[in-house]
C-alpha cells in the first residue's frame, strides 16, 4: 500500500525559479492538503482540496498554486521560488470528515531555495 | 490568539516512566476534533489517537491516552511506559466543525520535542 507519494524528496532552487510538487494518493481519498514545515511553527495549511477540480486557500497560500484535475493527484507550484519558501513540505489527504477520517501524511519534500 | 498552543517546546522523561504532553485549543465551534500526530526524527508524520468534542470517554490506544478537559479546553497526551523509540516531535491538531469552514483542515501547535532517556 503506498498511501500517499511525494515527489521529488529533495530540491534546491535558485531565487525566481519555479517548480512543481507532485501528492499522489492511492486510497481514493475526497480531501487533499498542502502544508509546510518550518521550525518553531508547526504545520501551517498552504492549500487545500474537496475533491477532483476543488481547491481553496489556507494559512499560507501567496507564492504557491495547486490544482486537482485527478481525484488522486494534488500538485503544489511554486511560479517564483523566494528564500521564504525554503520549507518541508508536506502533502495529505484525507476521506472525509468524521471521527475515522484522519489525514494521511506524505513522507515530505525538502526544498532549498539559495 | 493561537488555535492550538503546546507550551513544552522539550520534555525529558525515563525509560518505562509515563509522560504527559500539554495542549490548549481555542474554538468557539460546539463539534471539532482533536488530534495527536508522532514525527520521528526520519520526519514522517504519524497518527497516534483522535478525540471528538462529543465523546464522554477519553480516547486511548495502546500506550497512548488522551486527557480531555472540555472547560478547560485541554486535550493532553499521555503515554504509559515510555520506549526509547517515543523519541519524536509530538503535534497536536485541530479540526474545527463546518461552520468554520470544514473540509477537515487541521490546525496544529508548535510541538513537542520528547526525549526518552536511559
Known amino acids: 500500500n503506498a498511501g500517499v507519494t511525494q515527489t521529488p524528496k529533495f530540491r534546491v532552487l535558485k531565487t525566481g525559479q519555479s517548480m512543481t510538487l507532485l501528492c499522489a494518493q492511492d486510497m481514493n481519498h475526497e480531501y487533499m492538503y498542502w502544508y509546510r514545515q518550518d521550525p518553531g511553527m508547526g504545520l501551517r495549511l498552504i492549500h487545500y482540496?474537496?475533491?477532483?477540480?476543488?481547491?481553496a486557500k489556507g494559512e499560507v497560500p501567496d507564492g504557491y498554486n495547486v490544482s486537482r484535475l485527478k481525484k488522486q493527484n494534488f500538485l503544489l507550484g511554486l511560479e517564483s521560488a523566494a528564500p521564504s519558501q525554503t520549507s518541508v513540505y508536506f502533502c495529505?489527504?484525507?476521506?472525509?470528515?468524521?471521527?475515522?477520517?484522519?489525514?494521511?501524511f506524505g513522507n515530505g519534500t525538502r526544498l532549498t531555495v539559495t | 490568539a493561537q488555535k492550538i498552543t503546546q507550551t513544552q517546546p522539550g520534555m525529558f522523561v525515563q525509560e518505562k516512566e509515563a509522560v504527559t504532553l500539554d495542549c490548549t485549543y481555542d474554538t468557539s465551534d460546539q463539534s471539532y476534533g482533536l488530534f495527536w500526530y508522532k514525527q520521528p526524527s526520519s520526519g514522517e508524520m504519524i497518527f497516534l489517537i483522535y478525540?471528538?468534542?462529543?465523546?464522554?470517554q477519553n480516547a486511548t490506544e495502546g500506550r497512548y491516552s488522551l486527557n480531555f478537559q472540555k472547560a478547560r479546553k485541554s486535550a493532553n497526551l499521555v503515554i504509559s511506559a515510555s520506549q526509547l523509540g517515543d523519541s519524536a516531535m509530538y503535534f497536536c491538531?485541530?479540526?474545527?466543525?463546518?461552520?468554520?469552514?470544514?473540509?477537515?483542515?487541521?490546525?496544529f501547535g508548535t510541538g513537542t520535542q520528547l526525549k526518552v532517556e536511559l
Open positions: 482540496s474537496v475533491g477532483e477540480g476543488t481547491t
Open positions: 478525540q471528538g468534542s462529543y465523546d464522554e
Open positions: 491538531a485541530m479540526r474545527e466543525g463546518e461552520l468554520t469552514g470544514g473540509g477537515n483542515k487541521l490546525t
Open positions: 495529505a489527504s484525507s476521506y472525509g470528515t468524521g471521527a475515522n477520517s484522519p489525514l494521511h
